[in-house]
T-cell receptor, first 112, second 117 residues
Framework: GNSVTQMEGPVTLSEEAFLTINCTYT??????LFWYVQYPGEGLQLLLK?????DKGSNKGFEATYRKETTSFHLEKGSVQVSDSAVYFC???????????FGQGTTLQVKP | EAGVAQSPRYKIIEKRQSVAFWCNPI?????LYWYQQILGQGPKLLIQ????????DSQLPKDRFSAERLKGVDSTLKIQPAKLEDSAVYLC???????????????FGPGTRLTVL
């Protein structure tokens, strides 16, 4: 089927630690891939995206690379901050549809 | 630029009652989406509009849910009658569509949190 699977949370890290949140997808065709973030008390907002294989999306120190061969789009950050504490959602958009199919979300807690 | 507006922010009803949610997208955004986000899950698309036409409503439970966007601007989502399992956050999002049919970034509203007792 068409789905997005994220690693289970919560993920708890100390400040300045390295972050990886795994995301894999199943799809036909060539979907666009996204990471959305939901900070406490705020709405969903786009963090980064990639629209074709081998593209790397990046924003605010976060990166993710579209890996078609492993159908993955893992989110990474070299040094997390307390302010990065949020829920992170991986999502894909089937070609030419606009709609988003989300993973279940991964809660990140960063401790000082 | 004003964001996506939704109201109400919170609603508590009893099962079998009716409820309606309102969304005003970002000005000029032709595409409007309604998502349902159950606690602990990612948002799930209920319906997608392009102007005042429905593009995708394949996951909308049509026996109880309805949505409209009559003038191609704001939209309402209705549940009648509500069930316990409808308790969720209902998110509205909007986006531009570029020339050639390319969908741009979706901007989300703050959501309406519905509790069905």
């Amino acid at each position: 089927g068409n789905s997005v699977t994220q690693m289970e949370g919560p993920v708890t890290l100390s400040e300045e630690a390295f972050l990886t949140i795994n995301c894999t997808y199943t799809a036909t065709g060539y979907p666009s891939l996204f990471w959305y973030v939901q900070y406490p008390g705020e709405g969903l907002q786009l963090l980064l995206k990639a629209t074709k294989a081998d593209d790397k999306g990046s924003n605010k120190g976060f990166e993710a690379t579209y890996r078609k061969e492993t159908t993955s789009f893992h989110l990474e950050k070299g040094s997390v901050q307390v302010s990065d504490s949020a829920v992170y959602f991986c999502a894909r958009s089937p070609s030419n549809t606009g709609k988003l199919i989300f993973g279940q979300g991964t809660t990140l807690q960063v401790k000082p | 630029e004003a964001g996506v507006a939704q109201s109400p922010r919170y609603k508590i009803i009893e099962k079998r009652q009716s409820v309606a949610f309102w969304c005003n997208p970002i000005s000029g955004h032709a595409t409007l989406y309604w998502y349902q986000q159950i606690l602990g899950q990612g948002p799930k698309l209920l319906i997608q509009f392009q102007n005042n036409g429905v593009v995708d409503d394949s996951q909308l439970p049509k026996d109880r849910f309805s949505a409209e966007r009559l003038k191609g601007v704001d939209s309402t989502l209705k549940i009648q009658p509500a069930k316990l399992e409808d308790s969720a956050v209902y998110l509205c999002a909007s986006s531009l569509v570029s020339a050639g049919g390319v969908y741009n970034e979706q901007f989300f509203g703050p959501g309406t949190r519905l509790t069905v007792l």
